[in-house]
């Protein structure tokens, strides 16, 4: 069933641009905000009182013309952890209300396939392209650091907190977002509903992002780390969850 | 091969099943007639494992149709529903491959080449479905049905909106699957179908209102008229025929008559024919369509929930 997935978004590469714009734009800000607005004002930032003692609550004791930008980069990671969640929103929120729009879900119910390997199939099948296309957007990033300063780089980057929230808590996120969004596709008629739903994460996450920014909030790494398995948790409980409330007669015979 | 016993369903206070038992049996294909509404794609869907009845049981080859035993169980029933429901982007072959996967098929390649010589598919193997026409589109849909080799093969009206050529195709290909043995239901307003493919006609009100051979459920309507067609004028065997119904009449040439008895008095009428000199051409016991049977099953049916 993921097979029939990856082949359905092969024929139909429009539905991943939102996620390549989501990446570009990704990628473009921080470098905006570190390269072209300091050449703007003719200021540095690191010159900023209020981000160089943001920056210090990353615990970094590099000189703060390294520091800065690096606690920056550091914090624009996020939006490759919701690069995947809003691209590949629209995906889950079609997985099995599309399937009943066009008449597929029922010869496809009617064979050994269970409830979970579907399940399973539509919200990989969403999840897999969009984190590949914001990996490939993560590695021009670190890429680009890495031209534009090779200490910043590996101040920012090379870091456990970047391996925590590329390989842990993005995917995590990612994962119980989109399973928010299969659950209520497979209890709605309609799949903006389920879209509107499974964009609630960005919310948190949002707050995250800001809070680090301005300095109010930094969670160490360990906290990273215990939200990211909490999260996997989280999905697995949702999983089972969706399997559990996953309603074949109400789908089949009251959805119109 | 495959039964039910007392099968029910509703759907809050409709019933929309009430009290179905029936067999198809391996070798059989049994046409399930009804009016709109009937029951007939609710019966379906509880044979194939995809709702579960109110009350009552589906079994196949003594197995009880469960939540539990319904993954194994669904691996041996082919389903076509009403609408072919493939998937657009993915090609022919693409569509079928993937139910060679779940269901499991070791040689996927093998089976569908045969699934797409077996249709006349073959040189549309690399086009997408969405850009087949109606035609195609339910061949595929009812290769892919057939394509893992299942014992039992439930389909919702599998010559709707086909041509001739392609209804008659699908209609050998059944025979075929019969003769290997396969138990068959099929869905359809085709009575014409109904009764050229099926072994037996069951209709469906709701409630099995009659399950029978073609030829058996017409004899219920049986009139007992029988038409003459003889060599020449037909006139001066009028008499003759009024003696045992007076109400004889020449109909197109030929002679109608009212028997109260055919079995014993066609003979009789036949004889005195002969003996006055007629050359006989035809006789015919005259019987009602299939579909005279069917309006008039559901018709009383219908008078009977009022």
């Known amino acids: ?256 | 091969m495959i039964s039910t016993a007392g099968l029910t369903r509703e759907f809050g206070e409709r019933v929309a099943v009430r009290d179905v038992t029936l067999t198809i049996a391996r070798g059989e294909i049994v046409a399930l007639l009804g009016p709109n509404g009937a029951g007939k794609t609710t019966t379906m869907r509880m044979l194939a494992g995809l709702i579960a009845p109110t009350s009552g049981t589906v079994t196949i080859d003594g197995t009880v149709l469960t939540r539990a035993t319904g993954t194994a169980l669904r691996a041996r029933i082919g389903f076509l529903t009403e609408s072919p429901g493939l998937w657009d982007r993915l090609t022919v072959r693409e569509n079928l491959d993937i139910y060679a996967r779940l269901y499991g098929l070791r040689d996927r390649a093998g089976a569908i080449d045969r699934a797409l010589d077996r249709f006349q598919l073959a040189d549309r193997a690399s086009t997408r479905t969405a850009e087949l026409s109606k035609g195609m589109r339910q061949k595929v849909a009812i290769a892919r049905a057939l394509l893992h080799g299942p014992d039992v093969l439930l389909l919702d009206e599998p010559t709707s909106g086909l041509d001739p050529e392609i209804s008659r195709a699908v209609r050998q290909i059944l025979d075929e699957r019969r003769a290997s043995g396969c138990a068959i239901l099929v869905s359809t307003h085709n009575l014409d179908e109904a009764e050229r493919l099926a072994d037996r006609v069951a209709v469906l009100q709701s409630r099995l209102i009659a399950c029978d051979r073609p030829a058996n459920l017409r004899k219920r309507l049986t009139t007992g008229r029988v038409i003459v067609r003889v060599n020449g004028d037909a006139n001066p065997l009028l008499p003759l025929a009024r003696a045992l119904d007076p109400s004889a009449s020449l109909e197109g040439g030929a002679i109608a008559v009212q028997l109260a008895d055919s079995e014993r008095q066609t003979p009789e009428l036949v004889a005195a024919f002969v003996a006055a000199g007629a050359r006989i051409v035809e006789v015919r016991a005259e019987t009602p369509a299939l579909e005279d049977v069917y309006l008039r099953l559901v018709r009383t049916e219908a008078v009977i929930q009022q």
């Not at chain 1, 390549?20 to 921080?30: D, E, G, N, Q, R």
């Not at chain 1, 703007?40 to 690191?46: D, H, I, N, P, Q």
């Not at chain 1, 200490?151 to 925590?164: H, K, P, Y």
């Open chain 1, 1 to 256: 069933m993921l097979r029939k997935e990856l082949l359905d978004l092969a024929r139909n590469r429009a539905a991943l641009v939102p996620v390549v714009i989501a990446t570009v734009v990704s990628l473009l800000i921080p470098f905006f905000v570190l390269i072209v607005l300091p050449s703007m004002t003719g200021r540095s930032l690191a010159a900023d009182p209020a981000l160089e003692l943001a920056s210090r609550s990353g615990g970094s004791d590099v000189p703060a013309e390294i520091r800065v930008p690096a606690f920056l980069f550091q914090q624009f990671l996020i939006l490759f952890m919701l690069t995947p969640i809003t691209g590949s929103m629209s995906l889950a929120a079609h997985a099995v209300v599309g399937e009943k729009q066009n008449r597929t879900l029922e010869p496809l119910l009617a064979t050994p396939l269970t409830t979970i390997e579907l399940l399973v199939a539509k919200i990989l099948g969403a999840l897999l392209p969009t984190l590949a296309i914001s990996s490939a957007g993560l590695l021009l990033y670190v890429l680009g650091i890495m031209l534009w300063e090779p200490q910043t780089a590996i101040a920012a980057m090379l870091t456990g907190r970047t391996l925590v929230l590329t390989l842990l808590l993005g995917p995590a996120a990612a994962l119980v977002s989109l399973q928010a969004a299969i659950v209520i596709s497979s209890r709605v008629n309609d799949p903006r509903t389920a879209q509107q739903f499974g964009v609630l994460i960005v919310v948190p996450l949002t707050f995250v992002f800001v809070g680090q920014l301005v300095g109010a909030l930094w969670l160490p790494v360990w906290i990273l780390v215990l939200i990211g398995l909490a999260m996997l948790v989280a999905w697995i409980l949702l999983t089972l969850f969706t399997v559990a409330l996953f309603d074949r007669e109400t789908i089949l015979t009251r959805w119109r």
